[in-house]
Each structure stands twice: as C-alpha cells, then as structure tokens.
C-alpha cells in the first residue's frame, strides 16, 4: 500500500488529484509539478545549448567567403554574380581550384605530403568534391508553327519526367558523360531557385591533387558537358575541421533555367556529428542521459492522465502541448542515437579509402532538421511554463485576454486576409514581371507583411509603374495599416480593459 502510494504521489498532478476541494493539495501539487518541470528545463536547456556556439557561424562565414566572395581572373565577377555559362567555367578553373586545393604556402613553398587536402591549412577535405548535372531532352516542348522553320531545338524548363538520361558526347565508361539514377548514387532531391531537382544526374568526380582535377574540368570543358539541355550543375564537398569538431557539409549550385543566363545559389550546413569528444561533450551526453528520464517521467505523467481523462484530455491546449514536445523528444533522441551510429560507418569508409565523394548530404540534412526540432521543442517547453505558473491572476492575463477575444479576432481575420489577398495578388498581377518582391504570389504575400512592419522599397513600385505602383501603394497603406490593423489593436485594448 505505502508503495502503491509513493508511486501515486510521484505522479501526482492537478489532473489526477482532486485538487478542487482542497485547496492545499491544490498548492502543493502546482509548486511540486513547478520546480520538477523547471529542472527540467534546466536541463533541457544545458543539452540544446552544447549543440551549438558562436564559432559555427564564424565556421561557415569563413567557407562561404571563401567561394562565393573569390573573384575570377579575367572578369573580377564572383560566384554571388554569376550570370553565363561561361562564368561557371571561370569559376570552376580559379576561385573553386584555388579553394579547394591549398598545395603551397604563402612563400610559395610546397606543403609536405602531410599538409595537403586542408584548405586554409586547417579544414581537412574529406574525400573528394563531386560534379553533377541534370539535363533535359531536346524537343521537350513545344514550338509554335509560325516558328517550326526557323527554331528546330527546343529545351523546356526542368521536370523529373523530361529529364535526360540517354549517354552523350564521350560516352565510354566515363561516369560523367552516363546518366546515374538516384538509387544507384544514394543520392536525394534539392530545392533550388527555380525549381526541384532530383538526386541523379552525370557525375564527375575531382581528384585530391589540384593538376588532375584541373585536368578533369579542362576535358569537360572542351568536349562541351555543359549544353542547352544543361538545368542545373551541383558542386558538393565535406570539410572537417578538428580543432572545433565541426563538418561543414557545402553544397554550390548553378541553375540555367530555360530563359538562358546562370542563377547561382548555395548551402554551406555547419554541423557537429561526432558528438562525443571532449570533457565538455561527455558532461552534455549525461545531462543527455538525465533527459530522456524525465521524459519517460513525462510519458508515464501523460498515460495515467489519459486513462483517468479519456478523450477529453486532449481538449485542454496544455495538455496537447505536453503530448507535443514529447513526441519531438523521442524522435530527437532517436535521430541522435541514428547519426552517431552513420556517422562511425561513414568515417571508416572513409579513412580506408579517401578518394572516393564523401556523402554527407543525407546527414548534414537531417542534423539541420533535428536542431531546427530541437528549437521547436526548446521553445514549446518554455511557452509551457504559464500552464504552472496559472494560479497567479497577473500571469494569466495574456492568455485570458486573448481566449476571450477569439471569436472578435476570428471574424476580423476573415475580413483582414480578404482585403489582404486581394492587394497580394493585385500586386503580383500588376508587378510581377519587373518587381522581385512580387515576383510570385507567396513573394507578394510576404512583401506586404514587409509594408506593415515599414520595410519597403516604394521607388520600385514606381519605376514598375508610374501611375499604378503609387496608387497601389497609398490605397494599401491607408486600408490595410490606418485602417484594419488598428481595428486589431481596438479588439486588444477592449478585450484587456475589460
């Protein structure tokens, strides 16, 4: 019995206590359930805050200046500006070459055997880097009669279903001149400017010594790999850098859409996968071990009330967030335990064999997606706070202010985004073609949420067009900022006074 009811009492909570008639109990089980949950998000706030620090920044700062700031030779253009073919080449033989391979000093003395394939001397290359290019077939659309004597190629923009995969120019054994699939080079899709793309395409693979993979690219060069049918060309690479154990995992793209012309882009992902390393490390990997206890606590907590509550526990907002950030916290801890066990498969392949691509792509992503997880749950855990701390009258203001605003706030959001959408897509319609903010209607959306907060460029709405970018302009102001957001105000103020 007396353990039946120390079990009892471990889990005792305002849902699974008669609280209502005794007023002490209801005390002592709110301040008990408080100082458990706030060690909790001590330590929850220990773990997340170890996976990150400012150097990640300064990490990626540093690699992204490195490529993308490096001016080409002939043109003084950098990757950022890149705007021709041609231009992907000049990058390629220069500022992609000078940073990848750091094979002598600043002296001009030759680094030892030793020293090489660590740019800035320091960022081990792990593998080698890899070329990869999605193409589409030629006669993937469709041209006009009026045109059919004079145009007789025709190269659409890029889809999944019209994309090249037949052999060309050197053909051969040559991986870069046979199209790949997606399962054969375990490879994923990316979301890129114009559109996205899929995992396959004609792979070149660089050397490690600077002479050969130039020698790599001139062959490409000349026997033209890049054509018309050319949508999009990826550049991948891994670093590791050992004196912060950190990955930075790089990923440099240039779009040729159908309309001619290069749109480059890029994603340089600062990661930390080996996570276990220093004294620091192993403190974080106990407060670790401490946390996914009070998250079995949590589960436990969380089923005793269900079985007492049924169905109508989930029609308490608490109690749905609570079930929330467990279930990110499971899959967190999940994913942790995954990427410690790929990331050691990963590094003794490659530490057998260093010349062959180091694929990171798949893990670098999914470490984005877990701390961005991570983030969610940190946040809910503290939004979570006022549930415990409700007994105060002045700590429930916020809360009780706006759920008794809700249906005024409800029938005035109706009203709001029909107003709203319909200058969106004026302003798209009106814009668009010369305007990037309005340049899509998700675009146009976010730029007049921009206009509210008073960021906005007005002199481009007039250059688009002078008598309707002024007015469009004005009458959006005056209805949307005079108007409906201080009718939102006078809702909130009403609802707080009263």
């Known amino acids: 019995y007396k353990f039946k009811k120390g079990v009892r009492s471990l889990w005792a909570t305002k849902m699974t206590e008669d609280t209502a008639a005794n007023p002490e109990m209801k005390i002592k089980t709110t301040l008990r359930e408080l100082i458990i949950y706030l060690v909790f998000l001590a330590i929850l706030c220990v773990v997340t805050f170890g996976m990150t620090n400012s150097t990640m920044y300064y990490y990626t700062k540093v690699m992204s200046e490195l490529f993308l700031d490096s001016q080409f030779e002939e043109t003084k253009n950098t990757f950022r500006g890149m705007t021709t073919m041609h231009d992907f080449w000049r990058f390629a033989k220069g500022p992609l070459m000078d940073g990848l391979y750091w094979e002598t000093w600043y002296n001009d003395r030759n680094v030892t055997e030793a020293e090489k394939g660590f740019i800035f001397y320091e960022n081990k290359l792990l593998g080698v880097p890899r070329l990869r290019q999605l193409k589409v077939k030629n006669d993937s659309c469709t041209i006009h009669n009026d045109f059919k004597e004079q145009i007789r190629t025709c190269y659409d923009s890029y889809a999944e279903a019209i994309e090249e995969t037949r052999p060309f120019g050197l053909e051969g054994n040559s991986t870069a001149w046979n199209y790949q699939t997606e399962d054969e080079l375990d490879g994923s899709g990316h979301w890129g400017k114009m559109t996205t793309y899929g995992g396959g395409g004609y792979v070149q693979n660089l050397d490690i010594r600077k002479a ?287």
């Open 212 to 498: 050969k993979s130039l020698a790599i690219l001139d062959e490409l060069y000349q026997n033209l790999w890049l054509d018309r049918g050319t949508r999009a060309v990826f550049i991948d690479f891994t670093v590791y850098n050992a004196n912060i154990n950190l990955f930075c995992v790089i990923r440099l793209l240039v779009e040729f859409p159908a309309t001619g012309g290069a749109i480059p882009s890029w994603n340089f992902r600062t990661v930390k996968l080996i996570r276990y390393v220093s004294a620091l490390d192993f403190f974080i990997l106990a407060c670790e071990c401490i946390f996914i206890l009070f998250i079995l606590y949590y589960i436990v907590e969380e089923a005793i009330e269900i079985k007492k509550h049924k169905l109508q526990y989930f029609k308490s907002f608490w109690n749905v967030l609570d079930v929330l950030v467990i279930l990110i916290a499971v899959c967190c801890v999940a994913f942790n335990s995954y990427r410690t066990l790929a990331v050691n498969d990963l590094l003794e392949t490659l530490v057998n064999d260093d010349t062959v691509y180091a694929d990171f792509e798949f893990l670098s992503y999914w470490q984005v997606v877990f701390n961005s997880a991570v983030a969610i749950m940190v946040f809910f855990a503290w939004v979570k706070v006022f549930k415990y701390i409700s007994f105060n009258k002045t700590m429930t203001q916020l809360s009780s202010t706006l759920s008794s605003c809700a249906k005024d706030l409800a029938g005035f959001a109706v009203m709001f985004f029909i107003i709203f959408l319909a200058f969106a897509q004026l302003g798209y319609l009106i814009f668009g073609t010369q305007v990037k903010d309005f340049s899509s209607f998700q675009s146009a959306i976010f730029t007049l949420f921009r206009i509210i907060l008073g960021d906005f460029n007005f002199h481009e709405l007039e250059e688009a067009n002078r008598i309707l970018g002024p007015a469009y302009f004005m009458l959006y102001v005056f209805f949307v900022f005079f108007v409906l957001l201080n009718m939102f105000l006078a809702i909130i103020n009403d609802t707080y006074s009263e």
